[in-house]
């Protein structure tokens, strides 16, 4: 079998195409930082991490808080569950807090504080807070921070985005349980 050389202006034509395909390849790496760009999984064309640790960069996230119940009486349990929405697989904690009604801009220190794991997107108080008897009528409101994780972005909720109104004698809304 005999093998045919190129003919000049092919091989002309060959070399400047190589030239080219390195040119740009050079030119993509210095504009993208020096670093190449995942091409592949959740973190699809994110850059590397500058200084290690994650290929990519965190997902921002945010914070569905919802009291259960909404409505209470003295002497009942308040819990609160928060969802985690967008993120790629968020686990790590969320702390709730819970401010009495004599605190209604969360700003002192919470009458009540729980660190929850996440599963599934999803914290939810274990504990809870029984309202004390004694003067503790009005709104409470829970607040809630997801710590964020490798992967994923911190996130809070805003006070008053979660209240539980406790009065003397609660209301129908009494009986509703964490599911």
Excluded at 32 to 42: K, L, Q, T
Excluded at 87 to 100: E, I, K, M, S, W
Excluded at 164 to 170: D, L, N, P, Q, R
Aim: hydrophobic share 40%.
């Amino acid at each position: 079998m005999q093998v045919k050389m190129m003919s000049g202006s092919f091989r002309v034509a060959a070399l400047w195409l190589l030239a080219v395909v390195v040119v740009v390849s050079a030119v993509t790496l210095i504009v993208e930082g020096g670093r190449p760009a995942v091409a592949a999984g959740d973190c699809q064309y994110q850059q590397y991490a500058p200084y290690g640790g994650s290929n990519c960069r965190p997902a921002k996230t945010s914070l569905d808080v919802d009291a259960v119940p909404t409505i209470a009486s003295k002497g009942d349990t308040l819990q609160a569950v928060a969802t985690i929405a967008g993120g790629n697989a968020p686990t790590g904690q969320v702390v709730f807090g819970l401010y009495a009604p004599s605190d209604p801009t969360c700003s002192a220190r919470p009458a009540h504080k729980e660190f929850v794991d996440v599963v599934d997107g999803v914290a939810r108080t274990s504990t809870g807070f029984v309202v004390p008897v004694k003067n503790r009528i009005g709104t409470w409101n829970w607040s809630a921070r997801y710590t964020g994780d490798a992967g994923n972005k911190s996130a809070k909720s805003l006070c008053g985005d979660a209240p539980v109104v406790v009065s003397k004698s609660g209301g129908e809304a009494t009986d509703q349980r964490l599911t």
